[in-house]
């Protein structure tokens, strides 16, 4: 594991308008900075970043965190993924502190193949460029194939010889270890405990992962395969695991992102055929199904993806799988099929780039409807196999069933009806029916440990109807968290000469405590770190090894609006936005929360002296004199009226 202290030098060195600012055009307002959320589609700017207390927030899809949260967000990166990447930014050396014995070995093989990788990658290159062999045979082809030096070199697409171990040798003598080499796919073992190359006479293509590291290859035969297939890929391994991974996407996020569109192809050649054509927001599946991580790596960058593939009919029924998936991700998925038996490498090398372009924004067809033509067509006039027809369309379409995909789903209803010439309200009726089943099948599921978690004495009510308790409780929460906004935002200033804003807060809240747990929990954190000296703040806390904290921390101190600066400008002299209103804010607040605090051990009280006995019932009126007491004091501050 990374070591506390190189935590703490990577948190002290963030920043994260820096960070964020690579993946999000931001635009100064105030103290803050605001752009368009990364985590859904926007037309205006909802996304706030404030460097001060080194947050960001979303106001339209509640997104919120740190620095590394987002990077683990939005690049999908592990923890200790994100903080390699901050260290790699900031020049920072990373240290480790002892981890066990399993996790060790795992972490020193994923190291180690990355580095195999990335030592084989370089040696392809090499071949390719600057052997005789390499030139004459895998160079010349590629040219063939009409790829330039500059995209093979961006593509850092290499050549392994036809000989039988010159790879193996190579990391050999570089003093790899031999019992890893298999697993990364370039090396076989045969007989026993012969290591020969498992890619000769191949042209590589390096596989990335999305911080542009080497993971796997794709082997390619030069020409036309026989009896050899014609990729061999990296077999799984700890770094290399294909139903997560799209070829290309290193060098397409940015262009993805910009397009707001995904061009999905098949093969590797697809690919690097249209990054040379200037089309470069495109990604390959690989030529195998895709999966519900490869879905969710282009959500990553945007809601519309478009599916290029060949025009035959093993083609077409490559570009269906996964539609259900897609839908239930809430993509918008469009379907181009190229024409003439030709696939999108060699279609953009015949028309050209604009030409191609053209075709694609002309030719998408609806991926729903066009699936519901092929099921048509292959039905023909069987009743039986046009009912079944319905059946799947109405299941399809029951995969759409995120709110905000309402309006989508019943126009999908009305074509899809017109079409199969079957009444709209019977095909929504199936729809929702497919629904039910799905709903049913899941709560089953839950079933026994739902009943587990709740209450033998539990009735529930009905949903959005809340008590005059929890509303009670709703209030008493917010007057709890900013009592902690208090304490992260002005606790570690003087309230007087012997004591902080801290220390006074604790003193006045001694015979008070919390009822939200969550945020009692947050309170005692800090309670804790304050008089460890470790000066607990927004910032640091924000880092806290708890997400429950980091999230309670960014919820309680971002806020969608800030006063202008210009109040300031317009009433110089009453410095309205600058000045320091701390004292009387946390004044005006403990009074706020001890009176909330004293109703509701009134209540309690009443209740309770309602069904006491008679000696319980005097205790308890002493108590209910003494906190009337209490509340007349605090009014009396406030200058407000007790109403009995």
Known sequence: MITPNTIQQITSRIDIIDVVGEFVKLKKRGTNYIGLCPFHNEKGPSFTVSPAKEIYKCFGCGKSGNTITFLMEHEKYSYVEALRWLAARYHIEVEETETSAEQKQLIQTADSLYVINNFAQKFFIDQLFNTENGQAYALSYLRERGFNEEIIRKFQIGYNPDSRDTLTKALLANQFNPELLPKTGLVSQRNGNELVDNYRGRIIFPIHNNTGKTIGFGARVIGKADRAPKYINTPENEIYVKSKILYGSYFARTAIDKADECLLVEGYTDVVSLHQAGIENVV?????????????????????????????????????????????????????????????????????????????????????????????????????????????VAETLSKISRAEDFTKQQDYIRQC??????????????????????????????????????????QGQPEDVLSDSELLLIQDEAHERNILRLLLEYGLRNWNEQQSIADHI???????????????????????????????????????????????????????FELSQKWDEVMESIDIVNQDTSRADVEKSLLYYKLRKIKRMLEENQRDMENASFDDYKRLLEVHKHLKDLERDIAKQFGSVIIK
């Not at 960058?301 to 593939?309: K, R, V």
């Not at 009444?423 to 039910?436: A, F, H, I, P």
């Not at 079933?447 to 004495?457: G, K, L, N, R, V």
């Not at 804790?528 to 904290?549: A, I, M, S």
């Open 417 to 458: 009806a017109g079409i199969l010439r079957i009444d709209e309200s019977g095909l929504t009726n199936l729809v929702n029916k497919y629904k039910r089943d799905k709903i049913a099948k899941d709560e089953k599921k839950h079933a026994s440990s739902f009943e587990q978690e709740m209450p033998p004495d539990f």
């Open 284 to 392: 390959a599946s690989g030529g195998t199904s895709l999966t519900i991580d490869q879905l969710r790596l282009i959500k990553k960058y945007t809601n519309n993806l478009t599916i290029i593939y060949d025009g035959d009919s093993a083609g077409v029924k490559a570009a269906l799988r996964g539609l259900d998936m897609a839908l239930e991700e809430s993509l918008n998925v469009k379907l181009v099929l190229i024409p003439d038996n030709e696939d999108p490498d060699s279609y953009v090398n015949k028309v050209g780039a604009s030409a191609f372009n053209d075709f694609v924004a002309t030719s998408k067809k609806d991926f729903v409807l066009f699936q519901l033509e092929v099921m048509l067509k292959e039905a023909g006039n069987d009743v039986t196999k046009k009912s079944n027809v319905v059946n799947q």
């Open 506 to 560: 604790f003193q006045e809240l001694e015979q008070f405590h919390f009822d939200s747990a969550p945020l009692a929990h947050l309170f005692e954190i800090y309670r804790q770190q304050y008089y460890q000296g470790l000066e607990p703040t927004t910032k640091t806390l924000l880092y806290h090894d708890e997400e429950q904290v980091r999230n309670l921390i960014v919820s309680i101190t971002v806020f969608p």
